[in-house]
């Protein structure tokens, strides 16, 4: 069983940064892909980004060129850089894992708590 704990968050003016952490426990974290998704009030979960095993990374179009994820698997920990944030990604910003698999799919996990971002204008 894993356990994810997200930290990092907190209210930032729009065009700022902040940095997510997620430390993990409980698995063997680099066997893993993890990832970020973030939901914001009355609306659905979303994507943001994922690191898999091998350090090929994805994002969602709106994060390209800002946001930037990394993974230390010597500490367990996933950290999403977020740079130039606005005010509409203001929201509870999730981490997750899933076995990383050479398909790439599968269903995650594993999620933390959340972290509340709030980009004020």
């Known amino acids: 069983q894993v356990q994810l704990v997200e930290s990092g968050g907190g209210l930032v003016q729009a065009g700022g940064s902040l940095t997510l952490s997620c430390a993990a426990s409980?698995?063997?974290?680099?066997?893993?892909?993890m990832a970020w998704f973030r939901q914001a009030p009355g609306k659905e979960r979303e994507f943001v980004a994922r690191?898999?095993?091998?350090?090929?990374?994805y994002y969602r179009d709106s994060v390209k060129g800002r946001f930037t994820i990394s993974r230390d698997n010597a500490k367990n920990t996933v950290y999403l850089q977020m740079n130039s944030l606005k005010p509409e990604e203001t929201a509870v910003y999730y981490c997750?894992?899933?076995?990383?698999?050479?398909?790439?799919?599968?269903?995650?996990?594993?999620w933390g708590q959340g972290t509340q971002v709030t980009v004020s204008s």
């Open positions: 690191i898999r095993r091998n350090s090929i990374i």
């Open positions: 997750a894992a899933r076995l990383d698999i050479p398909t790439d799919t599968g269903t995650y996990e594993y």
């Open positions: 409980g698995g063997t974290f680099s066997s893993y892909t």
